[in-house]
């Protein structure tokens, strides 16, 4: 089974919602979802980039890969 993320992500103004684009918060979602469902063994560059983002951001919350996958969901699912 071969799983790619197909880019680059276009956005307009009109995509974008408090910083975020439409599709770059889908791409984070898919890429959790993967990361869930797989139990860790497909780790896509999105989520990673979304998890090392919030690490450097929030010095006072530091999750796990795995809780943050569960917080992208439970936020934005």
Same mark, same amino acid.
């Given at each position: 089974?071969?799983?790619?993320?197909?880019?680059?992500?276009?956005?307009?103004?009109?995509?974008?919602?408090?910083?975020?684009?439409?599709?770059?918060?889908?791409?984070?979602?898919?890429?959790?979802? %993967?990361? #869930?469902?797989?139990?860790? *063994?497909?780790?896509?560059?999105?989520? !990673?980039? +979304?998890? @090392? %983002?919030? #690490?450097?951001?929030?010095? *006072?919350?530091q999750?796990?890969?795995? !809780?943050? +996958?569960? @917080?992208?969901?439970?936020?934005?699912?």
């Open positions: 089974m071969l799983i790619t993320t197909v880019g680059p992500f276009i956005t307009t103004t009109n995509d974008i919602k408090d910083g975020f684009s439409k599709l770059y918060i889908q791409a984070v979602k898919d890429d959790a979802a %993967a990361y #869930l469902a797989t139990d860790g *063994d497909l780790d896509g560059p999105m989520l !990673e980039s +979304a998890w @090392r %983002a919030h #690490l450097e951001q929030h010095a *006072d919350i999750p796990s890969k795995k !809780e943050f +996958a569960h @917080r992208v969901l439970a936020s934005y699912g």
